[in-house]
């Protein structure tokens, strides 16, 4: 299984970034797609999840409102749209499946099997 994370850059605090997560070796539909970040000098957090099975959404405090992650079953893709980006969005973004677990342990890092190498985003004030 390989998750391939891209989509990350330098922008503006209001800016929008849309980040894809392409996976390989097996299929999102039947997996759990979540997203974490982890800012410098502190843990890895989570983000944003689809629950597998469904259309189940899932998102931390610090981001609903603000970005949207979604699922292609077409191309086993998933997205995380992430709008009017802050400061406090910087972060190494790594996109994560789970075919097991379940749904109290989603914001848990333990819980993935699965790990992408990580899209840095970086917002500027």
């Known amino acids: 299984v390989q998750l391939q994370a891209s989509g990350g850059g330098l922008v503006q605090a209001g800016d929008s970034l849309r980040l894809s997560c392409s996976v390989s070796g097996l299929t999102i539909r039947s997996a759990t797609m979540s997203w974490f970040r982890q800012a410098p000098g502190k843990e890895r957090e989570f983000v944003a999840a689809?629950?597998?099975?469904?259309?189940?959404?899932h998102y931390a405090d610090p981001v609903k409102g603000r970005f949207a992650t979604s699922r292609d079953n077409a191309k086993n893709t998933v997205s995380l749209q992430m709008n009017d980006l802050k400061p406090e969005d910087t972060a190494v973004y790594y996109c994560?499946?789970?075919?097991?677990?379940?749904?109290?342990?989603?914001?848990?890092?333990?819980?993935?099997?699965?790990w992408g190498q990580g899209t840095l985003v970086t917002v500027s004030s």
């Open positions: 689809i629950f597998r099975g469904g259309s189940s959404l």
């Open positions: 994560a499946a789970s075919q097991t677990l379940i749904w109290s342990s989603m914001k848990s890092v333990q819980a993935y099997a699965y």
